[in-house]
């Protein structure tokens, strides 16, 4: 055997690059072959084009950016590819997907009675609010009406839920612009009502504690003077907040005709919450298809005008005031009763005797191992999520677990707004942009 015969075939780094398969993220990125239809979304000019764009400059003068996933203001892990002209941003793709969790599928594999376990953890900024959703879904195909004072908690934990969640919202808005004692304020007020939650739920976060049937207990003793506490001390501290940001002229300039969506663009896009009525639009599912009973309680839908990031801010801020009223109206108005249907096929016993009979003991454990099966069909249930419509569409086949599950998460859909807002923006403004959406990315990847 020659020398030569004996020389490996070896490939030594730097010298060759090898073959290179590109991966899912890679694909997502922006091609050379985009449809028209496709482009059009990108460069956000579906609906109008509110800005004059220049056909003509050489690829050579704009250059593609990564922002994200590991960046603190994209509220998660969210990627953004811009293509930039200068400071100019021409053109925006998001990029989700690095936060996947299955929960949909994982729903197929636990009962009714589990899955407001695994709802809970989508929207980690509003849990309640999803507990609500596919509660009200497996309670309409059971047909069954959960008592009163079972719907009137549910209003109360998810106001007080809405009001937390948009704290979060005006405190991360203002870390990004610069208003770093918003951050303070915001998480400080927060953790009052988390400290109530705690005492209720026995968790600060991802509850489980609106379940098919009720709620998984009652009140606490005292929850009245926790209650009036928060309602005592939050509209004094919101208004610290509008002395603070509210005509502050950097605030206002950094907010103002910031990554603006008109009421056209955003009914097309499907957005809803307070990104869809700072736009102008007067829609909420609690005004429009109410639900738990809150169509009996007093209250007002905020709506701005510019579809701006100020009219974002402001329509969260008078948000929470309203949810307030909506909070004080419950506690005062409480029902009696009890606290979940008294449908032995969903609810178990009560504790109590569980200690005294053995077949109370069976029927718990079966409940909690086996589940309740639900008759076959579908149904779609949505509610005022801080972030927009939230819904539940879920299928049964008859057995103890769902068939499918499918949740329309209101980030998800409102994400689509980001090349709208930020086309043809400064690319400082993209920060408070994204924070002006309140995204939560587990809400969208799911």
């Given amino acids: 055997m020659t020398a030569e015969e004996k020389t490996l075939d070896i490939w030594v780094a730097g010298t060759e690059e090898p073959e290179f398969s590109p991966t899912d993220e890679g694909e997502q990125e922006f091609s050379d072959s985009e449809s028209e239809d496709r482009l059009a979304d990108q460069y956000g000019r579906v609906i109008d084009d509110d800005y004059v764009f220049d056909d003509e400059v050489a690829d ?24 930039m002209e200068g400071e100019v941003i021409r053109r925006t793709k998001p990029i989700i997907g690095y ?8 729903a197929e594999q636990l009962t009714f009675s589990q899955g407001p376990t695994n709802v809970t953890r989508m929207d980690y900024l509003a849990p309640l609010h999803g507990e609500l959703a596919y509660s009200l879904a497996v309670e309409r195909l059971l047909d069954v009406e959960v008592p009163p004072r079972a719907a009137a908690i549910r209003i109360l934990m998810t106001e007080l839920n809405r009001v937390s969640s948009h704290l979060v919202a005006l405190a991360t808005n203002g870390m990004d612009i610069g208003a770093l004692s918003m951050m303070i304020y915001g998480f400080r007020e927060r953790e009052s009502i988390l400290a109530f939650f705690e005492k209720t739920t026995g968790l600060r976060m991802n509850h489980n504690f609106i379940r098919p049937g009720g709620v998984a207990a009652d009140l606490p003793p005292g929850w009245k003077d926790d209650v009036s506490a928060i309602l005592k001390d939050m509209p004094e501290r919101m208004e610290q907040y509008d002395d603070l940001l509210r005509n502050n002229p950097i605030w206002l300039a950094r907010t103002e005709g910031v990554g603006v969506i008109t009421a056209e663009e955003a009914t097309a896009y499907s957005i809803t919450g307070p990104a869809l009525r700072a736009t102008g639009v007067d829609w909420d599912i609690r005004k429009a298809f109410p639900y738990s009973g809150i169509d009996q309680y007093e209250f007002d839908v905020p709506v701005g005008e510019n579809g701006d990031v100020y009219d974002r801010y402001r329509v969260r801020v008078e948000e929470m005031h309203e949810s307030l009223k909506i909070v004080e109206q419950v506690m005062d108005s409480m029902p009696k009763g009890d606290y979940r249907v008294g449908d032995r096929k969903i609810t178990p016993p009560p504790r109590a005797r569980i200690d005294e009979s053995m077949e109370a003991l069976i029927h718990h454990f079966k409940l ?11 149904t779609y249930v949505a509610v005022e999520s801080p972030r927009g419509e939230l819904g539940c569409y879920l299928v049964s086949d008859g057995n103890a677990t769902p068939y499918r599950m499918h949740t329309r998460a209101p980030s998800f859909y409102n994400l689509q707004a980001l090349p709208i807002a930020m086309g043809d923006s400064l690319v400082a403004d993209t920060i408070a942009t994204i924070a002006s959406m309140d995204p939560v990315m587990g809400d969208v990847d799911r």
């Fill in 60 to 83: 050579d003068e704009r250059m593609v950016v990564n922002m994200g996933p590991q960046h603190p203001s994209t509220h998660g892990v969210l990627r953004l590819q811009l293509e």
């Fill in 99 to 106: 936060l996947h969790t299955g929960m949909e599928k994982t």
């Fill in 368 to 378: 909690f191992t086996e589940g309740f099966k639900v008759p076959a069909g579908e």
